[in-house]
């Protein structure tokens, strides 16, 4: 079936520290993923994205790893900031199907 | 409006009553998506209109549940005779593209918090 799960329902840090934030996907159609940060009361704003064509993309202070052969995403943020404290989302788009399947989230809490 | 508007922000109905809720898309945009989000969890996919045609209905948890589209703009998600397990934030995004293809990403709206009572 369509399932987006994550490891860590919430993550910790201090400030400066680097955050990784795994997901687990199922469905081996999948041929796109997003991160979405969602602060409280806001809809999800897109982060960064990785076709499944590729492993590793980079953006500003995230990095976003693909591992097909496990089926694993994960999030790196560096030099987490207060600011980056939201709940984090992985979605992935199933090939041929035109929506998103999201993930439960994991909330990232950054103390400074 | 620059992003995607939803109205009303905030809901409390009672049990039974029926309630619409609204999405103004990003102008131009031709994909709309409603999502439904419970307390503390991830986002449910409910219904996925192109134009004003809806390829994909297959979220929807009812047929209490209905949406609508006119004018490749406006949206309304409609929910009959409302449940307390309705309850939940609605969220609606619009894109240029599909997932994955050129000018897919998705832009959501701040959602409307439904309460039933």
């Known amino acids: 079936g369509e399932s987006v799960g994550l490891h860590l329902p919430t993550l910790s840090v201090q400030e400066g520290d680097n955050s990784i934030i795994n997901c687990a996907y199922s469905?081996?159609?999948?041929?796109?993923f997003i991160w979405y940060k969602q602060e409280s009361g806001k809809g999800p704003q897109f982060i960064i994205d990785i076709r499944s064509n590729m492993d590793k993309r980079q953006g500003q202070r995230v990095t976003v790893l693909l591992n097909k052969t496990v089926k694993h995403l994960s999030l790196q943020i560096a030099a987490t900031q207060p600011g980056d404290s939201a709940v984090y989302f992985c979605?992935?788009?199933?090939?041929?199907?035109?929506?998103?399947?999201f993930g439960t989230g994991t909330r990232l809490l950054v103390s400074p | 409006g620059a992003g995607v508007s939803q109205s009303p922000s905030n809901k409390v109905t009672e049990k039974g009553k029926d309630v619409e809720l609204r999405c103004d898309p990003i102008s131009g945009h031709t994909a709309l998506y409603w999502y439904r989000q419970r307390l503390g969890q991830g986002l449910e996919f409910l219904i996925y209109?192109?134009?004003?045609?809806?390829?994909?209905k297959s979220g929807l948890p009812s047929d209490r549940f209905s949406a609508e589209r006119t004018g490749e703009s406006v949206s309304t998600l409609t929910i009959q005779r409302t449940q307390q397990e309705d309850s939940a934030v609605y969220l609606c995004?619009?894109?240029?593209?599909?997932?994955?293809?050129?000018?897919?990403?998705?832009?959501f709206g701040e959602g409307s918090r439904l309460t039933v009572l």
């Open positions: 469905n081996s159609a999948s041929d796109y």
């Open positions: 209109f192109q134009g004003n045609s809806a390829p994909d």
């Open positions: 995004a619009s894109s240029l593209g599909v997932p994955g293809g050129s000018a897919g990403e998705l832009f």
């Open positions: 979605a992935e788009n199933i090939r041929g199907f035109q929506k998103l399947v």
